[in-house]
């Protein structure tokens, strides 16, 4: 659950607010429904927006109570949750395909140093 000065991530346009995936923001308060008003800021530190977005428009990236960026395997287990089930399978079946060309890359590799 996202807490007050979390660091967030969208994952979703916001076109009528100029917002686009990828852009980071600050959560300075928190509203009820899974709300919460994010805080967006230029390069120079000035606020650009800032307003309430639904949990399942951004994920987080940095924890504030733990003053700690959220490592990869969270960010994308909280991007899957947010998935319906035939998606995340879709992305599970992706890891896997991933994780057996690296196994496979490493152990051609290996022959290739004998």
Not at 38 to 64: A, C, K, M
Not at 67 to 76: A, C, D, G, N, S
Request: hydrophobic share 40%; glycine share 4%.
């Amino acid at each position: 659950m996202p807490n007050l000065f979390d660091v967030i991530e969208l994952i979703a346009d916001i076109p009528e607010h100029r917002l686009s995936i990828g852009m980071r923001g600050t959560i300075i308060e928190c509203h009820p429904n899974d709300n919460y008003e994010i805080e967006f800021i230029n390069d120079y530190g000035e606020t650009i927006n800032s307003l309430p977005v639904h949990q399942r428009q951004f994920i987080v990236v940095w924890r504030s109570d733990t003053e700690e960026w959220v490592t990869i395997p969270e960010k994308v287990a909280n991007l899957v949750a947010k998935l319906p089930e035939d998606a995340g399978m879709e992305v599970l079946d992706f890891a896997k395909f991933i994780y057996w060309q690296r196994q496979r890359n490493d152990i051609s590799y290996i022959h290739q140093e004998k």
